[in-house]
Each structure stands twice: as structure tokens, then as C-alpha cells.
T-cell receptor
Framework: GENVEQHPSTLSVQEGDSAVIKCTYS??????FPWYKQELGKGPQLIID?????GEKKDQRIAVTLNKTAKHFSLHITETQPEDSAVYFC???????????FGKGTHLIIQP | EAGVTQFPSHSVIEKGQTVTLRCDPI?????LYWYRRVMGKEIKFLLH????????ESGMPNNRFLAERTGGTYSTLKVQPAELEDSGVYFC?????????????FGSGTRLTVV
């Protein structure tokens, strides 16, 4: 089955700097890669996603890149703000699959 | 529009007891999913309902777990008897469209602690 590895497990950056979280996946048939943000006491919330026919997608300060050959994808957050502090999860799935395979999460800490 | 509602938000039970978790999906969402996150590990898929039918229950850990969705509305996940390793956060998600790319909305989760 699919296996998703996520790094780092904890990331601390200064407010205003950029943050990058990386994930790799094992199943070359995976074609959908969402990123979720989980704040304390809340459920995961979809912040951006990318499909395998696209190499990069951007939404304001957030971007995701996908390298199908290397089977890795990354989340980039620019101009980080205190409200970006949360746990971020990457995930992968393939056509026909019912569920998502998640990474273990990255605790992002934005230092003022 | 109300989101996905889960309750209880927290549950502490003793090993060997029974616990039932409930999930109310967004109204009109035929697809309902259960996931679980054990402390420090990844969020793992448990099962998927389409209306009242189990579409995929490949992630259910063992026969101590029973999920139901009578009438195709809310769903329950029963753990009987609970073991220490069942501790974790149980998330429910619903979507209108089929499959992960259909856009999940997650609930806030139920934190289950088995002592």
C-alpha cells in the first residue's frame, strides 16, 4: 500500500520568514496530494491540494510543488504569521481509493 | 451550514469497557469517512460509507470496532471491548463527491483515552 513520509516533525521559523515542509510517497499510482492544517482543538482543514497533472499550485502565501519522477511534494508558506502556527499534514491518494494516506504531521511554530 | 459534528469531544474509559462515538456529517453528504490518529503517528483511514453502505472498511483494525450508519445520516463507531492501544483521536469527515479529491470536511474529533 501507499506510504507517506513527512519531514520535519517540528519546524520553528521567525515570523516573516518562509517555511517548507516536505513529503515523499511510495505508490506511483497516487494522483491527488492535499495538505491539511490542524489547529488546537479542531479537525484537519484542507488548505491546498494538487493533482498529478500539475507541477505547482499557488494560493496567496501558500504554494505546493509536485515532482512525480522523484515522488515528492512540498508545502511552501511565505511571509509566515503567528496564525500559521499549527500542525500540517500531507496526504496522498489514487483514483479509486476511498481514503487518504497521511504523513505523520509537522508542528510548525512561528516565533515572534 | 453546520459542519461535521462529533461527540463526545473527549472520552475516558477503562480497559474492557465499551464506547460509542458519533458523527453527524454535513447535511446531504452521502460520503462519510472515519479516521484515527494514535499519539504522534499519522492519521489512518478506517472506513468509508456511501449512504448507509460500507464502501471500504479495509482500515478497521479488528473486530472490536463496529461502524454503522443506519438510514444514511449519522454514523456511530463502537469499540467493544476497548484496549489501551485504542487510545487516540478519532476523526470523521464527510464529502458530497466521491473519493478523497471530492473535498473532505473533517469534524473536530473525539479524543479517546483508555486507561
Amino acid at each position: 500500500g501507499e506510504n507517506v513520509e513527512q519531514h520535519p516533525s517540528t519546524l520553528s521559523v521567525q515570523e516573516g520568514d518562509s517555511a517548507v515542509i516536505k513529503c515523499t510517497y511510495s505508490d506511483s499510482a497516487s494522483n491527488y496530494f492535499p495538505w491539511y492544517k490542524q489547529e488546537l482543538g479542531k479537525g484537519p482543514q484542507l488548505i491546498i491540494d494538487i493533482r498529478s497533472n500539475v507541477g505547482e499550485k499557488k494560493d496567496q502565501r501558500i504554494a505546493v510543488t509536485l515532482n512525480k519522477t522523484a515522488k515528492h511534494f512540498s508545502l511552501h508558506i511565505t511571509e509566515t504569521q503567528p496564525e500559521d502556527s499549527a500542525v500540517y499534514f500531507c496526504a496522498a491518494s489514487k483514483r479509486g481509493a476511498d481514503g487518504l494516506t497521511f504523513g505523520k504531521g509537522t508542528h510548525l511554530i512561528i516565533q515572534p | 451550514e453546520a459542519g461535521v459534528t462529533q461527540f463526545p469531544s473527549h472520552s475516558v474509559i477503562e480497559k474492557g469497557q465499551t464506547v460509542t462515538l458519533r458523527c453527524d456529517p454535513i447535511s446531504g453528504h452521502d460520503n462519510l469517512y472515519w479516521y484515527r490518529r494514535v499519539m504522534g503517528k499519522e492519521i489512518k483511514f478506517l472506513l468509508h460509507f456511501v449512504k448507509e453502505s460500507k464502501q471500504d472498511e479495509s482500515g478497521m483494525p479488528n473486530n472490536r470496532f463496529l461502524a454503522e450508519r443506519t438510514g444514511g445520516t449519522y454514523s456511530t463507531l463502537k469499540v467493544q471491548p476497548a484496549e489501551l492501544e485504542d487510545s487516540g483521536v478519532y476523526f470523521c469527515a464527510s464529502s458530497q463527491d466521491l473519493g478523497p479529491s471530492g473535498g473532505y470536511t473533517f469534524g473536530s474529533g473525539t479524543r479517546l483515552t483508555v486507561v
